[in-house]
């Protein structure tokens, strides 16, 4: 007798049947199909260019535009194209914030069109119909992967967070000191004063004496030099600025001018209007500095000098070049006053106004240095530089590699409204700068006089001490 398990299953055929709720069959119309031939004679009007016009004319803008509609074609009037700084025609260094609001008009074409949803997230649909389905399917591999063995969980490795608490942070900072430096090692309890650095491991020390290219292994370093401050070219400001030229200050075009190297720039002081604009942005930088950039630096106009030849800027050079035996030789002054005195006479070129301009932070003056590589002198001793009893490095005659603060670096451009009085677009205005200007510079190089050394001696106890400071600034103001 056989069993219901070893009946044959029987087929069932199931339709799907769907019932439309709303019909609405609409009427024929009421009367045949006509053609008309309708004249399109007007299409030459509408095309023609006086159409276009009178609708010009008669539609106004409903934008807000200037007579040029955004983009500048008359380069008439436009700061600096005609002496060759394009700076004004091209797009600022620093991009605005975007706004909020403009943020969707921005996103890719991936996130544009309808949304792509999930079939569970379907929650207006019955659970019986669509998405009965895949949830079964869905149940039945979760069931599947339930009953395999799933992977013992690997065990993490302890992370020594004391490494990173402020105190193991600052003796790490010490012990890389303490590798070239070992004589120098502090071993004793700790302080206020003083702290222990890390240990300095076999490895460390290996990698010191045997430096690597972390990248290239079969590279190996040639030579090395100790960064030190050059504290006899530290000038009375404690800092040094960078200026750059958009054009050629010069009419010499086919070589380098030397007298750019003894050139001069006499700063004017800025007017009320340019300092409480600045006053404003700078207080605007303060109160947000997220949308605000740094203004940089005062704008204001300087006033550049140079030597009338070549030979005048060749004998400043050396009368201003501490190693030259001949420095003090009189002979090298190129000129005389009218009550005998020996002098260099600078001639004014032009006016220039700042463009880009970027200061420093104060709370970090060494950013941004600048570097000179300097080689030991033929007949050393010694190929490590050390400094004498009153804190000074003796210039010139130690391997190593010099550095300089940077406070500054801004960049000259000729003053806009003189040059376009020049090509007689604006009439000439006899501003402050015109009152200002000095035709003429005497300059004759001497010692520091006691507010110059007071002022280089302040700048100098930041780097070796206020004693040994103040006692370098004196001794080499005497020797320069």
């Not at 060759?84 to 890719?108: T, V, Y």
Request: net charge negative; glycine share 6%; aromatic share 6%.
């Amino acid at each position: 007798m056989a069993t219901s398990s070893q009946r044959p299953e029987r087929a069932y055929h199931q339709d799907y049947i769907c019932r439309i709720r709303y019909e609405n069959d609409l009427p024929p119309p009421p009367g045949s199909l006509k053609m008309l031939d309708i004249p399109i004679d007007g299409l030459d009007y509408y095309a023609s260019p006086g159409f276009a016009s009178r609708l010009h004319r008669s539609q106004p803008i409903n934008i807000e535009a200037d007579s040029e509609l955004g983009m500048p074609i008359n380069l008439v009037g436009m700061p600096g194209v005609f002496d060759g700084d394009e700076s004004s025609i091209q797009a600022p260094s620093f991009i605005p914030p975007i706004h909020p609001k403009d943020k969707n008009l921005l996103r890719p074409l991936s996130e544009l069109g309808k949304p792509k949803y999930q079939g569970g997230g379907i929650s207006f649909l019955r659970r019986t119909e669509y998405i009965s389905s895949a949830t079964a399917r869905a149940r039945t591999e979760d069931g599947s992967k339930s009953n395999a063995k799933s992977p013992a969980p690997r065990p993490r490795k302890s992370i020594d967070t004391s490494k990173d608490e402020p105190i193991n942070v600052l003796r790490g900072v010490i012990r890389g000191f303490d590798i070239p430096h070992s004589e120098d090692a502090y071993t004793g309890p700790d302080s206020k004063e003083n702290l222990r650095g890390l240990e300095r491991l076999p490895a460390d020390l290996e990698a010191w004496n045997d430096p690597k290219h972390p990248a290239k292994s079969n590279l190996r370093a040639l030579e090395s030099y100790p960064i030190l401050p050059d504290l006899q070219a530290i000038p009375d400001i404690g800092n040094y600025i960078i200026a750059k030229f958009t054009a050629n200050p010069t009419q010499v075009v086919d070589k380098y001018d030397p007298r750019l190297d003894v050139g001069m720039l006499k700063p004017n002081e800025p007017d009320e209007a340019t300092t409480e604009k600045y006053q404003a942005k700078l207080a605007a930088h303060t109160a947000n500095p997220a949308n605000n950039p740094h203004p940089g630096g005062m704008p204001i106009n300087w006033n550049f000098y140079l030597a009338p030849d070549e030979e005048t800027a060749k004998n400043l050079k050396r009368k201003l070049d501490v190693d030259d035996p001949d420095r003090d030789d009189p002979s090298l002054y190129t000129a005389q006053t009218n009550d005998g005195r020996d002098v260099f006479r600078m001639n004014h070129q032009r006016v220039y106004e700042t463009g880009r301009s970027t200061a420093m932070d104060p709370d970090h003056a060494y950013k941004e240095v600048a570097f000179a590589l300097h080689d030991e002198e033929p007949g050393a001793k010694s190929s490590q530089p050390t400094m004498t009893s009153n804190g000074s490095l003796p210039h010139g005659s130690k391997k190593a590699a010099y550095y300089y603060p940077i406070a500054q670096k801004m960049q000259l451009k000729p003053h806009r409204s003189k040059n376009l009085a020049q090509l007689g677009v604006t009439a000439r205005i006899d501003d402050e700068d015109d009152q200002m200007k000095i035709d003429t510079f005497e300059v004759v190089v001497d010692d520091l006089d006691e507010s110059e050394k007071a002022k280089r001696a302040m700048h100098l106890a930041g780097l070796v001490g206020e004693e040994s400071g103040a006692q370098n600034g004196e001794a080499h103001d005497e020797e320069t």
